[in-house]
């Protein structure tokens, strides 16, 4: 029986990942930036919130086309399988880019930004969620 809950809570979350991505971002370059050891714990702390802000943010932003593609995979019943994982990464780039384009989403200084992290979160949700491809057919 395929876990049509699970993948399509997994994949709704998705926008979620890009706060987790954006706190080891910020985190790491104030890390290489601070020079002294209080600063630094104000600085983890900061980006750790700002990080949990921006994932609320992106789920806010981007959850309902992040739903709209949860189900569509559930439905299709994909699997962990190279096609399967391909679509999905194809098809969760193009939606954030497509999603982004109709936000009027950033200055244009990083026109791919959505694309690419459409597609890194895709590919690591598909990684996590999806069912492996049963042997029997």
């Not at 890390?31 to 900061?46: H, T």
């Not at 990083?110 to 590919?123: D, E, K, M, Q």
């Amino acid at each position: 029986m395929y876990p049509f809950k699970p993948v399509v809570l997994s994949f709704t979350l998705c926008p979620a990942l890009v706060g987790i991505f954006n706190f080891a971002y910020i985190a790491t370059i104030g890390l290489v930036v601070e020079s002294s050891d209080s600063n630094a714990l104000a600085m983890l702390a900061g980006s750790f919130w700002f990080g949990i802000l921006s994932a609320v943010t992106a789920m806010v932003l981007y959850g309902v086309p992040a739903l709209g593609l949860a189900l569509l995979y559930a439905c299709l019943g994909l699997h962990r399988g190279l096609r399967h994982i391909l679509f999905i990464c194809v098809a969760g780039g193009l939606g954030a880019q497509a999603w982004s384009e109709v936000l009027q989403m950033g200055d244009g200084s990083n026109p791919y930004s959505s694309l690419v992290l459409g597609v890194v979160t895709s590919f690591l949700i598909a990684l996590y969620a999806l069912p492996k491809q049963s042997s029997v057919r």
